[in-house]
């Protein structure tokens, strides 16, 4: 396996170990226009996320920091926090808003679907093609030379 393939599945496998601490809520009411809080209804830690107005789309929102969560919307207001939330308070225009545990969306600068398959497929790795090509290289050589010797031999038997 060439460097770059390691490198593919090293960094397969730190998107998974980031995604399973991952907790990701979402409430998708039409007539939810703006997030102006996010909170742990459990703790005094204060805001998690705060805001004004619609969140920024999901696919432009940088990952959470550590401890620390980012409101995003792609087709509905997403929360996406570093760690498992268990009481987590949103509020827009002054009143909560309900959310449900949903899958993560992805973000800007990494994948955070948390169905990222480690199992070996690797139809996305940009140097399959280049796998394909030398594979059916070396499967030609090794007919040509296969055949190459059958020639030569018949061809030694009738000089003789």
Known sequence: MGKLGHHFRHQQAEIKK?????????????????????????????????????????????????????VCFEQCIHAVCDYVQKNLVMEGSGKPIALIKGECPTLLGKATNENVDLSGNHAGDPLLPFYIIFSMLGVIAIIAAVWGRKYYLKKKEVTR
């Open 18 to 70: 980031t995604n399973m601490s991952f907790s990701c809520l979402r409430s998708c009411n039409p007539n939810i226009h703006s997030v102006d809080h996010l909170y742990d209804g459990s703790t005094e830690n204060g805001s998690l996320y705060s805001g004004s107005g619609t969140p920024p789309f999901c696919n432009s929102t940088t990952p959470p920091p550590f401890s620390g969560c980012v």
